[in-house]
């Protein structure tokens, strides 16, 4: 088993983001009038504070960790990824604001991919820090932590069902470790449904939006007009889709539904994990959702060759910002792409616009 295919994945993802955002590379966040990845504790309303932390081998280089001060210490929505250097920069910044870790009470963790939780778990077990979680997300750390069990890398099957076979074979020959469970312990609380959560005199509505993950929690506060979005609600990219192990039914179907819910609270201020903090939660979830009606009608387009797998619906569509051809992308970005499809085609088959038979080449498609 590879930790760089089966442990839970900061997020690279090769889709395109709606047309007509700023660039993640050149976004510029208010609180700081700085690029967003830039160092710092970044005051985002009275008492909370925007920290980035880095991300080693991401293209999004950096992770929103945001800290709410209370009377009785500080909650932290996300950890960041458990790297030395992410270690020492939030060291480093939260001393900058009068404050260090033996102030740290609790973790919300948006979700498990490692960028948000390993920093969180970590820490938690060392100070004894309370560290919250969606529980849909146990399945994942269950098959972390059961990793001798596994014969091959739990994304191969679900790539050979795309029909992406030699990116399947090319995910295997991956020569990693088996992933360090010092950061894949249990969370100490279970987040199930959604609940209102008290942090001091505020209460955040904690509401569960899967799709990205199954477990992914996003926390309003309505009375400051605040959405702690994780990735479920990202300022000028698109999240992965389809990409966790065990796999999802209808990831898709999930998210959009879920960034419906999200679409139906009071229009608030986004304070996403990844990208500057953005004016309007109604304006972003209207261009997802239309983003990926877009990217639904190019799917079905697609299949008017004829029945194809997930794999071969790719190869018809342009990926990232550039449009690059799905040829041109590397491995990895090509096995994202695959499983993003499938998830397409999926919703498209739940919505009785295509059909779909289990092959051995994959699951193939076919326009009805």
């Known amino acids: 088993m590879t930790a760089s295919t089966s442990s839970p994945q900061p997020d690279q993802q090769p889709g395109r983001p709606p047309r007509g955002g700023t660039p993640t590379a050149y976004a510029v966040s208010p609180d700081s009038g700085e690029h967003w990845t830039v160092e710092g504790a970044w005051e985002v309303a009275p008492g909370i504070h925007r920290i980035p932390l880095p991300l080693p081998m991401d293209g999004l280089k950096a992770i929103n960790v945001y800290t709410i001060e209370t009377d009785d210490g500080l909650t932290l929505v996300d950890g960041g990824w458990a790297i030395p250097e992410a270690r020492e920069l939030l060291d480093r910044c939260l001393k900058g604001i009068g404050a260090g870790f033996g102030d740290i009470k609790r973790f919300l963790v948006t979700h498990v991919h490692r960028d948000h939780f390993t920093m969180a778990t970590v820490l938690g077990r060392e100070l004894g820090i309370d560290v919250a ?36 074979e090319a995910w295997l020959g991956v020569g990693e470790d088996d992933p360090d469970l010092t950061q894949w312990q249990y969370p100490t609380t279970w987040l199930d449904g959604d609940q209102r959560i008290a942090v001091g005199a505020r209460v955040l509505d904690a509401v569960h939006t899967p799709g990205h993950t199954p477990g992914h929690y996003v926390f309003a506060e309505a009375d400051a007009g605040l ?26 179907g999930h998210f959009m539904a879920s960034l419906t819910r999200v679409r139906s609270l009071p229009d608030l201020r986004v304070l996403p994990a990844h990208g500057p903090v953005s004016p309007s939660t109604h304006a972003r979830v209207d261009e997802l959702l239309a983003f990926h009606e877009d990217r639904l009608d190019q799917s079905l387009a697609a299949l008017s060759a004829g029945p194809l797998t997930s794999h071969d619906v ?55």
Do not use: C
Not at 150 to 155: A, G, H, M, V
Not at 230 to 252: A, Y
């Open 133 to 168: 979680l969606g529980a849909e997300e146990k399945p994942a750390l269950d098959l972390l932590n059961n990793a001798g069990d596994l014969t091959e890398n739990p994304f191969a099957a679900v790539l050979r069902s795309a029909g992406a076979h030699d990116v399947a």
């Open 227 to 252: 959405l702690f979005a994780g990735d479920h609600v990202l300022p000028t990219i698109t999240p992965s889709i389809g990409f966790t192990v065990p796999p999802m039914d209808q990831p898709l």
């Open 314 to 368: 790719a190869g018809h569509l342009g990926w990232t910002r550039h449009e690059k051809a799905y040829d041109s992308l590397d491995v990895f970005s090509q096995g994202m792409a695959a499983m993003e499809t499938k998830a397409h085609l999926e919703l498209l088959h739940a919505r009785g616009r295509v059909a779909r038979e289990e092959t051995d080449a994959g699951v193939r498609f076919t326009a009805t």
